[in-house]
């Protein structure tokens, strides 16, 4: 999908130039094509990806053309899924020792390339090691030294389609550590601090270290700030942290803009330890303040409920002579002697059985109903 420009150059005063691919698939823009010095290629598919040579003229001899210029390979990147590249044991690697750079990837790929950013040099074809599972290599880069460090890439391809290549592994940096004097690493407000609460980490040094890099040993990515002069004489970088939610151990670095990939030594490890949930606390805290008193007064209206419901339907043991009894067919000149007896739950008269519709299902069991029984006797 992007554009590449092909620039063909001679000292011999060649006035236009021709193209040619040597392998792979054609390219009809190439045929017959002739140019100044450069040609625009694009947009660019699997079908550039090959190896291209140039000719020269001169004006006197248009139909003369001089030998063929050195040969230039395009390789088409994006043609399958990127693979992943990792460093063992880490990216951040002392003078002198050596890392291993691993490329795999679900595809089989039978080659892999391995690009430094930023040189021109040519990328360096690995074997690949298939599996059922996919393929991989692995590539040990050492003794470490400055002139090793920077971005790396890789790209998986397959032997009968050699310069189609995946599309690029994320970047990985490969740092060379311990070049210069070690930074010092604080915690404000220090390196206990409760489960919510801001941390903020101050990486400085009285030297002149233009960035700073804070790292975590649990991993998670790197942290970079520029440093600012502070009037103590020191360079420093606050690193907000923000709510502490997990600890970890942390260290910081220092380094030149002008050579990015050469860090300081570390700095001594911190451990940041994050304790208990004052935000969770003071909901429950919270809660139970509304929760308790409410019970309480469930309770006591409950207990209440239950003994009025209890003592409403009591009755004392004066004479039955003394009470008045309303009765549909009673006479109210001459009054009769009552018996009550206990009943369960339907209230019983003369006439009909009523029970009351409003009553639970499951009735309390120390509920009393009272009936009239008339002409009982004592």
């Known amino acids: 999908g992007e554009h590449v420009s092909l620039q063909c150059r001679s000292r011999l005063g060649f006035n236009k130039f021709s193209l ?69 044991p880490g990216p951040l690697v002392k003078s002198g020792e050596t890392v291993i750079l691993q490329c795999w990837s679900d595809i089989r790929f039978e080659h892999f390339l391995l690009h430094r950013e930023g040189t021109t040099e040519d990328p360096l074809r690995l074997v690949g090691e298939l599996h059922d599972a996919g ?28 310069y189609e290549l995946s599309a690029p592994s994320d970047p990985l940096d490969i740092v060379i550590i311990g070049l210069y004097g070690k930074p010092s ?20 040094s009285r030297r002149s270290y233009d960035i700073y890099h804070l790292s975590r040993e649990e991993g998670g990515h790197e942290l970079r700030l520029p440093a600012v002069p502070k009037v103590n004489g020191t360079f420093q970088a606050d690193f907000p942290l923000g709510p502490a ?22 700095s001594d490890p911190l451990l940041i330890s994050v304790t208990g949930n004052p935000r969770h606390l003071h909901v429950l805290i919270g809660t139970s303040v509304v929760i308790i008193p409410f019970a309480i007064l469930l309770f006591f209206l409950l207990h209440r409920w239950c003994s009025n419901k209890k003592n409403a339907v ?14 549909e067919d009673s006479d109210e000149q001459d009054p009769q002697e009552v018996t009550y ?20 299902k499951t009735p309390p069991t ?9 002409n009982a006797e004592p």
């Open 20 to 88: 040619s691919k040597e392998d792979g698939m054609p390219v009809p823009e190439l045929y017959n094509g002739v140019f100044q010095n450069s040609f625009l290629m694009g947009p660019v598919t699997p079908a550039h990806a090959g190896t291209y040579r140039c000719w020269g003229s001169h004006p006197h001899s248009p139909t003369g053309w001089s030998a063929p210029s050195n040969p230039l390979v395009i390789m088409v990147t994006g043609v399958h899924r990127k693979p992943s590249l990792l460093a063992h």
């Open 341 to 360: 007896a206990q009943l369960d739950h339907c209230v019983f008269t003369q006439r009909k059985i009523t029970c009351p519709s409003q009553r639970p």
């Open 185 to 204: 690493l604080s915690a404000q407000p220090g390196p206990t601090v409760q489960a919510g609460e801001s941390v903020t980490l101050s990486c400085s």
């Open 135 to 162: 393929s991989q290599v692995n590539y040990s880069m050492g003794p470490m030294t400055p002139a090793l460090a920077g971005t790396y890439r890789c790209f998986g391809s397959v032997t009968h389609l050699p």
């Open 245 to 266: 939610t997990h600890g970890g151990t942390y260290r910081c670095f220092g380094s030149f803009r002008d050579s990015p990939y050469e860090w300081s030594k570390s």
């Open 366 to 374: 120390d509920t009393i109903v009272y009936t009239e029984l008339p």
């Open 314 to 327: 009591v009755m004392d043991q004066e004479p039955a002579g003394n009470r008045t009894v309303n009765r």
